[in-house]
């Protein structure tokens, strides 16, 4: 992102607290537009529409959102990142744990080819199936975050434990439950 870009979205989160506090949803809208219309290359334009999102969940437009996260997948179709919040977006927003079950599973695939993300996906898999009581789903999630092994300068978030106390001692092997925990484990 340029500087002047940068600069610009700066502006626009300063003052964005103020304009939902005022409820001048509208208001925040029209500068996102023209965040956009500024957007010179496609990681731009790619931060503008998840902001976008973000505001159409703020404001419970659902529909907008999604529509915007689908436009986000068209621009870069191998981006993780979206493929991610259309899967919360089922999950969370509009609470379709089918949906985001089928569209966690395209995530992972593109996690796997991009090598990127692929922890976070698959803690974004085991919470969906623990809501579903998929619990071969958790265990084989469970089983591919053991082996994994990010890769030397690989971008992931840390491996995850908060669901942990959600999978029920019957749900899976204890083996895997307690490699995983031990895993997790902050290290001091």
């Known amino acids: 992102m340029n500087a002047n870009f940068i600069g610009k979205i700066q502006e626009f989160d300063a003052s964005l607290f103020a304009s939902y506090r005022s409820a001048r949803f509208h208001e925040v809208e029209v500068?996102?537009?023209e965040?956009?219309?500024?957007?010179?290359?496609?990681d731009e334009r790619d931060h503008v529409l998840d902001m976008f999102v973000n505001h159409f969940h703020?404001?419970?437009?659902?529909?907008?959102?999604?529509?915007?996260?689908?436009?986000?997948?068209?621009?870069?179709?191998?981006?993780?990142?979206?493929?991610?919040?259309?899967?919360?977006?089922?999950?969370?927003?509009?609470?379709?744990?089918?949906?985001?079950?089928?569209?966690?599973?395209?995530?992972?695939?593109k996690a796997f080819v991009k090598n990127r993300q692929v922890r976070q996906v698959l803690g974004?898999?085991?919470?969906?199936?623990?809501?579903?009581?998929?619990?071969a789903t958790v265990n084989n999630s469970l089983s591919m975050l053991l082996t994994y092994e990010l890769p030397h300068g690989g971008f992931d978030?840390?491996?995850?434990?908060?669901?942990?106390?959600?999978?029920?001692?019957?749900?899976t092997t204890n083996d895997i439950l307690m490699r995983y925990k031990e895993l997790a484990k902050p290290k001091v």
């Open 35 to 42: 965040l956009l219309a500024l957007a010179g290359n496609i």
């Open 157 to 171: 978030v840390a491996l995850e434990s908060d669901f942990i106390p959600q999978i029920p001692l019957e749900a």
């Open 58 to 109: 703020f404001v419970g437009d659902l529909l907008r959102a999604r529509q915007v996260l689908e436009e986000r997948i068209v621009l870069s179709p191998d981006l993780v990142e979206a493929r991610i919040g259309l899967t919360e977006h089922y999950h969370y927003h509009e609470e379709d744990i089918e949906k985001a079950a089928e569209t966690v599973e395209i995530a992972l695939q």
């Open 124 to 135: 974004v898999r085991i919470r969906i199936a623990l809501k579903r009581k998929d619990y």
């Open 31 to 33: 500068r996102l537009r």
